[in-house]
């Protein structure tokens, strides 16, 4: 979802003098001194009413991020002057640009020209303006100097910009790096070939064959084991620079569950799933909340990784490089190394699948981008890392089982002769290491991991297009993995491709062609999917443009929904429990009341705080207030009852129709009109001048 624009509310009075006071914001402005709240609250209201001023508020998704407001210029009513600012949380993401980009859009039918007035020590938004097109027509000296003192001069820059030209694209987004995205690409193969070789049952444990086959098949997975931690490795590297967004968070999960979902309920449509298996209510909830489910075990922790990466991001920028490296090595003495040398089982070794490990791989690529390896930042060290690393595992795997087997031996021929083989305790340990090695927290997986990341960070690829082409395919990399691993099709597809039959030769182009056919058909498929985010996206802005522009009847009609919702509930206990004995006009009459009594407090609340924002403080205010309240709520209460009366009892109307319908609308509107114009009535608002800014 990108940057909208929305007219400024009310309501927005203490978030625009939060804005407003912020230390940046003051010394930008060529009026520095703080702003009392009476002072903002007055030229607020003023503000709202001045037809000659558009103020609006920038919103990434629900969150607002900056506001820019357009007044008419006094030499010429044809051009506006532009104020804006960027709440402190949010700068340094090029808001400010794309804002006033959309600033632009909207109010190119309304003035000829937009004028900007910017102090010159304010380097930022003179980069901003100019980057749009903005030109530079006049400087002048503003403020006082007092006996010489000149720390209250400053100059003033004017810009300006016709707006019958082209207006410059609002979204700026900033360009990949083509070698990360390279590595993205060839780290998503790598997690398909481990599928590949791991479903399709061709990994056979090397204390039991030692063919060459099977030394070639665990050689290719332990060269591609490190594709997950490169995957997350390369999210830490430019996630310790970013900052959270929510709008990012919410399009990840919807990923997740549009995968999630969307598989599952075409799988049981088309039969393709076993309907007797999947069509229950567990695996229903699983496939709906996939990432509390860990229906993707890496999406589920990638997601929390996500939250969490900014605050050990600033938490890594604060470190100095000692302390940086010190921490990275009391990780691994605490998770990697003592899983990979101890021969026994530790409670607290998660495998490399949850999100600790995750932590730690953010930590090491966090290291890399802010400190580097000098021992790797050549190509030939970097790779001689990769490969000798990876070349370990395998090696590692028969040396382990070649002792295990020499153990097992021994014992036996012990027991044969009637005597006690000592050794023969080491036989569950080894057996244990052998299962450990492929874990991608061991040191040999995180050491090639790590020599094949500073290959590519270190690398300077010349433009091309291939290179280009794959930057292209990158984003979509995520989908091949949702797609793949789901739980209907991650044992499904090595056996429509036939993966655990007989190749011989054959086999390293039946693997070759299988991960291809899973990739492109995975990256097809997601650029389909995010094809359809961006409509929705689409939708949503366009959804949110009309609820921000009557904000307060939506407000109203939501609130008020739920408080039907409350009568509706309320309404056939009493009616048909309590009170169900009665005589059918008290019946009626009596649960339509103890209704009304639980709607009208639950929609006093609700009104008060969420739609018209009562800001009548003390016992005496807010009394009077909720005495109007029901006092309002009592007129269209006897208009609720006597239409249920002359409806249900007089035209033996269907009373479901009668009370959810027909009373519920025309309640929900009467009750809006009261309490806009009697309950909760605005005070008069004084006429106030220009805020400082």
């Known amino acids: 979802m990108s940057y909208y624009l929305r007219k400024t509310l009310e309501t927005d009075c203490k978030m625009y003098y939060r804005w407003a006071n ?52 006094q030499s010429d009513p044809k051009k506006g002057v532009i104020s804006y600012s960027v709440a402190e949380e949010y700068r340094g993401r090029g808001i400010a640009r794309q804002m006033l980009a959309k600033l632009e859009e909207k109010m190119s039918e309304k003035y000829t020209a937009l004028i900007a007035e910017v102090k010159s020590e304010n380097v930022a938004s003179r980069k901003v303006f100019e980057n749009l097109g903005y030109t530079l027509v006049s400087e002048e000296k503003t403020g006082t100097s007092e006996d010489g003192d000149k720390e209250n001069v400053s100059t003033k820059l004017v810009f300006e910009k016709e707006l019958n030209g082209p207006i410059v694209a609002a979204e700026v987004k900033k360009p990949r790096e083509t070698k990360f995205e390279v590595l993205r690409v060839i780290a998503m193969l790598m997690v398909v ?3 590949y070789l791991d479903k399709g049952g061709l990994l056979h444990r090397l204390d039991a064959d030692r063919s060459g086959a099977n030394i070639a098949f665990w050689l290719l997975e332990a060269l591609c084991l490190v594709s997950v931690n490169l995957y997350v490795m390369i ?42 298996t999947y069509l229950n209510f567990f695996n229903l909830q699983y496939f709906c909340l996939p990432v509390v489910n860990q229906h993707y075990w890496f999406a589920s922790a990638y997601l929390l990784l996500y939250v969490i990466a900014p605050f050990l991001g600033a938490a890594m920028k604060k470190m100095s490089k000692q302390q940086h490296l010190t921490l990275i090595i009391a990780l691994l003495c605490l998770i990697c190394l003592p899983k990979s040398l101890i021969p026994a089982e530790l409670a607290m070794d998660d495998h490399g699948l949850s999100i600790l490990w995750f932590l730690c791989l953010f930590i090491v690529a966090a290291y890399i981008r802010l400190h580097g390896i000098p021992f790797l930042q050549t190509a030939k060290k970097s790779l001689l890392c ?7 595992i395998p090696l590692g795997m028969l040396l382990v089982g070649a002792l295990r087997n020499m153990v097992i031996e021994s014992a036996a021929d012990a027991a044969q002769k009637g005597e006690a083989f000592w050794l023969s305790f080491l036989d569950p340990g080894f057996a244990y290491l052998l299962t450990q090695m492929d874990d991608y927290n061991h040191i040999f997986v995180l050491c090639a991991s790590v020599g094949l990341f500073c290959f590519f960070a270190n690398w300077k690829p010349k433009k091309n297009l291939v290179l280009d082409v794959i930057a292209r ?16 099709l991650r044992y499904a597809w090595p056996e429509w491709l036939g993966v655990n039959k007989a190749y011989g030769a054959a086999r390293i182009l039946h693997m070759i062609l299988s991960v291809l056919i899973i990739f492109i058909v995975g990256v097809l498929i997601d650029a389909l999917r995010s094809l359809l985010f961006d409509q929705i996206e689409k939708l949503i802005d366009w959804g949110m443009g009309i609820y921000f522009a009557k904000k307060e009847v939506w407000d109203y009609l939501i609130v008020g929904f739920m408080t039907t919702i409350v009568a509706w509930v309320t309404y056939p206990i009493f009616a048909k429990g309590v009170f169900a004995e009665m005589e059918e006009t008290i019946r009626v009459g009596l649960a339509n009341a103890v209704s009304w009594v639980f709607s009208v407090i639950f929609a006093y609340i609700t009104n008060r705080i969420f739609v018209f924002h009562s800001t009548k403080k003390g016992f005496q205010e807010v009394s009077k207030e909720f005495a109007a309240f029901v006092g309002a709520r009592l007129f269209s209460f006897g208009v609720d009852e006597g239409m249920m009366l002359l409806l249900v009892v007089k035209l033996h109307v269907n009373e479901i129709l009668a009370k959810y319908v027909i009373v519920s609308i025309l309640v929900i509107v009467l009750n809006y009109v009261l309490s806009k114009l009697l309950v909760f009535k605005k005070p008069a608002k004084e006429e106030q001048s220009n805020e400082k800014a």
């Open 386 to 392: 990769y490969g000798i690393s990876a070349v370990l």
């Open 473 to 488: 395919i990158a984003p979509y990399t995520f989908g091949v993995y949702l797609l793949h691993e789901h739980l209907m």
């Open 193 to 195: 070939t481990l599928h």
């Open 235 to 276: 999210s830490g590297y430019f996630l310790v620079d970013s900052r959270f967004t929510l709008r990012r968070l919410v399009k990840l999960w919807c990923e997740i569950f549009f995968y999630s979902v969307l598989i599952a309920a075409v799988g049981l449509i088309t039969g393709i799933a076993d309907k007797d």
């Open 22 to 73: 912020d230390p940046a914001v003051r010394s930008a402005s060529f009026s520095t001194e703080q702003i009392s709240w009476e002072e903002h609250e007055k030229w607020f209201a003023w503000m709202l009413e001045k037809d000659s001023i558009d103020s609006f508020v920038c919103m990434d998704f629900l969150l607002p991020v900056g506001q820019v407001r357009v007044g008419q210029a």
